[in-house]
């Protein structure tokens, strides 16, 4: 999102989280802007019963958990390493100035944050409302326009349980439902990969 040079010039400090790690925990306060320069990070709720729900998961490039920043609250879920990881962060206040000082970020921010607030929306009324093929279309769906950003058939880098936990589906049930997309011919599966 924002260039690693300028993180850099900032004063970004760079970390690496093995698989597994955790980068902050739900009911932390914020104290940094956190940017994936490698790996895959997930957000998510889990319930004492060990049930998770995925509120998003981000690839190289993104960034995670700018609406508590933004606001000064507790972060509302955890941010786990999904993968080898190497993390840039800045700052609060520093990335506070650095949004004064370039407006053109600011905007961005203001686009990618819109972006998230549409998608909850859409997942908050597929689950209300959709079977679970319809939450999986949708979900797939906007997964290729504004994650992926692919045009044709494009490789969705997920596994079938983060699915699962996107959608508030079990696995099983997102495992049979892409076995009738694929006969529907609404996905492929190559090599257990998935594209739309």
Not at 86 to 113: K, S
Not at 118 to 139: D, F, G, T, W
Request: aromatic share 12%; hydrophobic share 40%; charged share 25%.
């Amino acid at each position: 999102m924002i260039d690693v040079n300028l993180l850099l010039a900032w004063g970004a400090s760079s970390r690496k989280y093995a698989k597994g790690t955790c980068i902050f925990m739900e009911g932390e306060m914020p104290r940094y802007y956190y940017q994936l320069e490698y790996g895959q990070v997930e957000m998510f709720n889990a319930n004492a019963d060990g049930k998770v729900f995925t509120q998003g998961v981000f690839h190289d490039g993104q960034s995670f958990g700018e609406p508590p920043l933004f606001i000064n609250e507790p972060y509302p879920a955890s941010a786990l390493a999904v993968a080898d990881t190497i993390v840039l962060r800045v700052p609060r206040e520093t990335f506070f100035q650095l949004l004064q000082e370039y407006r053109g970020i600011e905007r961005e921010f203001l686009r990618i944050l819109s972006l998230r607030v549409y998608h909850k929306a859409l997942v908050a009324r597929s689950i209300v409302n959709c079977s679970p093929e319809l939450r999986l279309k949708e979900l797939l769906l906007f997964l290729r326009k504004y994650e992926f950003c692919g045009s044709g058939k494009t490789h969705i880098q997920l596994t079938r349980q983060q699915l699962a936990n996107l959608c508030g589906l079990r696995v099983e049930t997102v495992i049979r439902t892409l076995a009738t997309m694929k006969k529907k011919g609404l996905v492929d599966i190559v090599n257990r990969k998935l594209y739309v």
